[in-house]
């Protein structure tokens, strides 16, 4: 088998369902040999994953998918940092976002509550711990039976437009790009056929904001939209980057490690180094 890569992966430290260590030895047996794992708001499943890797002959990326604002909507930005070191002020700045997220949660089951729902935010943190979500709250709402399913639950009480829905304190697209790059990350835009609005006239608003790539290769692009992402980054001057967006068999069922559903997904394997360069042309200012 060929040498893959795979540069957007979850754990069960934010919304994935493999443990860390579990999932590097996944990303092995599928043929991976470099794997970034980019939980959301959290290093903590990098963390743990990383004494795993060497013995499962796999290079790990450092990554993260930060939850931003644009334009009002929530856009995810993923941050790679190839040459991982302390980290010291970005760890501290990702725990001011759990704090954040914490206090939604308690605001959450306090409306779910008014509701009529009895669920409280241990049964919740049991199960999402540190990265404890709306979807945490979805499958619980599931299980004692007072949603028919997970779209449900969203539809109805958890979206942005429905009843349950309490605001989070979440940081603009800037600030994430800003924070990312000062800690000599890059910062490269998550799965952009999610964006609200037209990206392609957002690209100069996003470079300003000092946006270094784009996910052109996600398992949910066809063909055509990796091709237009990857002519937009070079119009632009910015990196590629590309993953599976792996949550596991039970969370994003289909999906594999390295190859997307049923191989749609190749992420060239130049798009490593251009990574690692790119660091280097960051840090210099030049980028
Ligand atoms: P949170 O970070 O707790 O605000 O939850 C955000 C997560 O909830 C997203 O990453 C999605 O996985 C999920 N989510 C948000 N809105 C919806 C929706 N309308 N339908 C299904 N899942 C959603
Ligand atoms: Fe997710
Ligand atoms: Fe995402
Ligand atoms: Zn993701």
């Given at each position: 088998m060929s040498a893959l890569i795979d540069l957007h992966s979850h754990t069960n430290e934010s919304d994935g369902s493999l443990a860390p260590a579990e999932l590097v030895q996944q990303a092995a047996r599928d043929g991976v040999t470099v794997l970034a794992i980019t939980d959301h708001d959290t290093l903590s499943g990098y963390d743990l994953a990383l004494a795993a890797a060497p013995a499962a002959g796999l290079e790990l990326v450092c990554g993260i998918e930060l939850s931003t604002k644009l334009r009002g909507s929530s856009t995810h930005l993923l941050g790679y940092f190839p040459a991982a070191g302390e980290l010291t002020e970005f760890r501290q700045w990702v725990r001011g976002q759990q704090r954040a997220r914490k206090d939604r949660n308690i605001r959450l089951v306090a409306r779910l509550r008014e509701l009529g729902f009895s669920i409280t935010l241990d049964e919740a943190e049991a199960r999402g711990r540190g990265m404890t979500g709306r979807p945490h709250f979805a499958a619980i709402m599931l299980e004692k039976g007072y949603v028919r399913d997970y779209r449900q639950a969203f539809d109805e009480y958890l979206d942005e437009s429905a009843k349950g829905y309490v605001y989070r304190q979440e940081p603009t697209f800037a600030e994430g790009v800003e924070v990312i790059r000062k800690a000599g990350g890059i910062a490269s835009l998550a799965h952009p056929t999610r964006v609200r609005g037209d990206v392609v006239d957002m690209m100069p608003e996003l470079c300003a904001a000092g946006l270094n790539a784009i996910e052109a290769y996600h398992s949910d692009h066809t063909v055509d939209e990796t091709a237009q992402f990857v002519v937009l980054a070079r119009r632009y001057g910015l990196l590629v980057t590309g993953g599976s967006?792996?949550?596991?068999e039970s969370v994003k069922p289909g999906v594999r490690l390295g190859t997307g559903y049923e191989g749609n997904l190749r992420v060239p394997l130049d798009v490593i180094g251009n990574l690692r360069n790119g660091v280097a042309v960051a840090s210099d200012g030049r980028h």
């Open positions: 967006d792996y949550h596991g």
